[in-house]
Structure formats: structure tokens, C-alpha cells
């Protein structure tokens, strides 16, 4: 999959090929269509929150569409459109 990966605090962000994350059973996977940036992300790039953890690959504020479901996964099926709050999860 493509993703932007931020490779050094305070650096741009690289356009990458990385590896499709594989799902447990419970999990789904969502393919990204729409991502919204905010200020734990600006603060997460100039390494103001203490993660230390790079490469990091940023966003937490998403919308798109369920790719795949485990098989303990109930109401979700591929292709349904989801917003995903990170409150929650």
C-alpha cells in the first residue's frame, strides 16, 4: 500500500510502498480515502509529544472504505464507507 511516512521529525513527509498490515480475526482493515490533519499531528512531526518513534506513518483523523474484515467481524462488510474515531477504538 502507499503511504506517507515521516522518516524524521521535522522532515517532509516521503510517499512510500510499505506492506499491507495483516488483520486478526476481530480487526478490519480500511483503505484510506480522506485523512484530516491536526494539532497532535503537527505536534507529533516537531517531536513535541516524546514518541521517539520513526518511522512513523501519521494520521489518525480518517474516512474510506472497509478492504477487508476478519471472521469474528460482525455489521462490516468490504466496500461499506466508514469514519473511524479514534475515541472509540
Known amino acids: 500500500m502507499r503511504a506517507l511516512v515521516l522518516e ?3 522532515g517532509p513527509f516521503v510517499k512510500k510502498d510499505v506492506p499491507t498490515p ?3 480475526p476481530h480487526e478490519a482493515l480500511v ?8 494539532g497532535t499531528d503537527v ?3 516537531a517531536n513535541r509529544m516524546g514518541l521517539g518513534v520513526i518511522p512513523l506513518i501519521m494520521g489518525h483523523e480518517i474516512a ?3 478492504a477487508e474484515v476478519g471472521r469474528e467481524v460482525r455489521g462490516f462488510v468490504p ?3 466508514v469514519v473511524v474515531n479514534f475515541y472509540i477504538t
Open 8 to 10: 524524521q521529525f521535522n
Open 22 to 24: 495483516t488483520i486478526a
Open 31 to 38: 483503505r484510506v480515502r480522506n485523512v484530516g490533519v491536526c
Open 43 to 45: 505536534k507529533i512531526r
Open 64 to 66: 474510506g472504505e472497509v
Open 79 to 81: 466496500g461499506d464507507r
